[in-house]
C-alpha cells in the first residue's frame, strides 16, 4: 500500500503507548478512531493527549493550529465495528497478553477493509500468533514504538512468519513519516532486538549481584561513570517497571534457554511484594524522594566490559539468527536506551578478538550459558575479521 493512501487508522488502547501513538498519527495528518474499554478511559487517553499538544507548542515544536487540527482529527469510541468501518490501518495498544491481542485482531478483521494494514505495539510477543487469528496474516506485522511515543526517535518495525514485504515497506514507510527511525526485525524473535540485548545485559548484572561479586550501586556507579551510559541496570530496570522486566526476562527465557536464564533470587521477591520501581516508589531502590543518587566513589566495583560482552554476543545471535543486521541493532539500541555506542561498532572498534577472549573467560569461569560465544562470533574470529583494526567485523 502506497504510504499516501494511510488516511484513516484506528489505535486499540488509550494508554501511556495508545494515546501516544494516536497522537503522533494525527500530528501527521491522519484521522484517528482511538478505541478502550470505557468513555472515561478515552477520556483520559484525549486529555493527555491535549496536554502533550501543548506542551509541543509551548516549546515552539509546532503551531497551535497545527495542534488543534491534530486534536480535531481524533475521535474516540468503545465500538469496534465503528472504529474499523473504513479504516486502512490498525495500531493496537493493548496490555501485553497474547490472547487479548489475538482477540482484538480477530474481531477488528471482521470489520475491517480486505486492504487494512494490522500493527502490534507489542514488545517482545508473536507477530506471527496474531496474524494467524485473521484472515489477512500476510498483512499483519509488528510496530513496536518506545515510551513515550511522542518524543522517543525508535520504532521496531518486525515481520511475522506470513507478513508480506509490502506490509513491512508500508510501515517503515509510515515510520519515517511520523517522524520516527524505523529498524527492521526480519524474522518474529521474541525481544526483537532491543528487548533482548538488554535482557542479556540486565541478566549479567543480577547475576553479579547475586554472587556477591558487586553491590547493586557498584554495579549502576560503574555502568554509568565508567561506561557512559544513561542509567545503571538497577536503575534502568526499575524505570521500566520491575514488573515488565520480569515478564520480559520470562518470555526470553522460554525463547532461548539456559543462554537466557533469568537471576529469579533477585527480581522475584521484589515483584512478589508489589515493589515495582520508580511507579510504586521502591523497586531496587527508593524513588520517593526521586531520581536515586548512584554514589560517584564506586566506579571501579564492577567490570562494564562484562555487560558489552554479552551485548556483542546476543547481537551476533540477531546476526546469525538472520534477524537483523548490525546498523539496526547499533541503531536500536543508541536510540532505543540511548546507549553510548552500538554493541557492534563497538565490537569492531575494541576487537572481536577482545570480546570473544572475554566471552571465553567468563563461560570458563561461571559456565553458564550466557556467556558462551555465539558460534558466528568465533566464525568471524577464525577468519580473521577482528574489527577496524582488521578493515573487516561486523562492518
Known sequence: MAIGNLKKAAVIGSGAMGHGIAQLLAMAGCEVAMVDISDELLQKGKEKIKWSLDKFVEKKRIRAEDAAAALARITTTTSYEQAAKDIDL??????????????????????????????????????????????????????????????????????????????????????????????????????FIVNRILGAVFNEAFWAYHRGEATKEGIDASVKYSGGFPMGWFELADFVGLDIAYEVGKILYEAYGERMKPCAEVIDPLVKSSKLGQKTGVGFYDWTKGRPRIPFNLLEEYDVERSWAVAVNEAAWLIHDDAANPADIDTGMKLGTYWPSGPCEYADRMGLDTMLNKLRELYAKYNMELYKPCPLLEEYVSKGWTGKKAGRGFY
Open 90 to 191: 490498525v495500531v493496537e495498544a493493548v496490555v501485553e497478553n497474547i490472547e487479548v491481542k489475538k482477540k482484538v485482531f480477530a474481531t477488528l478483521d471482521q470489520f475491517a477493509p480486505s486492504h487494512a494494514i494490522f500493527a502490534s505495539n507489542t514488545s517482545t510477543l508473536s507477530i506471527t500468533e496474531m496474524g494467524k487469528a485473521t484472515k489477512r496474516p500476510d498483512k499483519v506485522a509488528g510496530m513496536h514504538f518506545f515510551n513515550p511515543p511522542q518524543l522517543m526517535a525508535l520504532v521496531e518495525v518486525i515481520k511475522g512468519e506470513s507478513t508480506s514485504q509490502e506490509t513491512i515497506n508500508t510501515l517503515v514507510e509510515l515510520a519515517k513519516k511520523l517522524g520516527k527511525t524505523p529498524i527492521v526485525v526480519r524474522k518474529d524473535v521474541r525481544g
